[in-house]
């Protein structure tokens, strides 16, 4: 079975994981810090680790579900919609995460969207499984 339209997300969100990754290690290498922050803590390599572990702690589990709802027929512009409002809600949370500002709109908008979306296709998919079974 192909799933074009997780594979197209998949490989869309791995290029931006790269990229905080990058921007983690980069300030890695010019500070010679290698673990953890620094003495005295470095706050800006600090939000560029976290903006890089958030995005693998929920981004994987996101895609998933969303994988699974391709697999099991969900229409396509439901997918398309889902996906492009995830890539949205992690570039939000990219730039919203901040260590001396924790109600920073983006990082509002990119937590609140990414738990919100990830509910929303979790739900769906329970429901479209529920659907099969008592069928």
């Avoid at 192909?2 to 010019?30: C, E, N, V, W």
């Avoid at 003495?39 to 981004?59: A, C, I, T, W």
């Avoid at 391709?70 to 398309?80: D, K, S």
Wanted: hydrophobic letters at 55%.
């Amino acid at each position: 079975m192909q799933l074009p339209i997780t594979l197209m997300y998949a490989g869309i969100f791995a290029i931006f994981a790269l990229l905080l990754s990058f921007m983690a290690g980069s300030d890695r290498a010019k500070t010679g810090i290698s673990i953890l922050y620094g003495d005295p803590v470095d706050m800006k390599l600090g939000e560029k680790v976290r903006r890089h572990q958030n995005f693998l702690e929920y981004v994987p589990l996101f895609l998933i579900v969303f994988g699974a709802l391709e697999a099991n027929g969900v229409a396509p512009l439901f997918l398309y919609i889902v996906g492009d409002l995830m890539i949205v809600a992690r570039i939000f949370h990219a730039f919203g995460l901040h260590h001396d500002n924790m109600a920073h709109i983006g990082r509002l908008i990119g937590a609140g969207g990414t738990a919100l979306l990830t509910l929303v296709c979790a739900c769906y998919a329970i429901w479209l499984s529920a659907s099969e079974l008592l069928s």
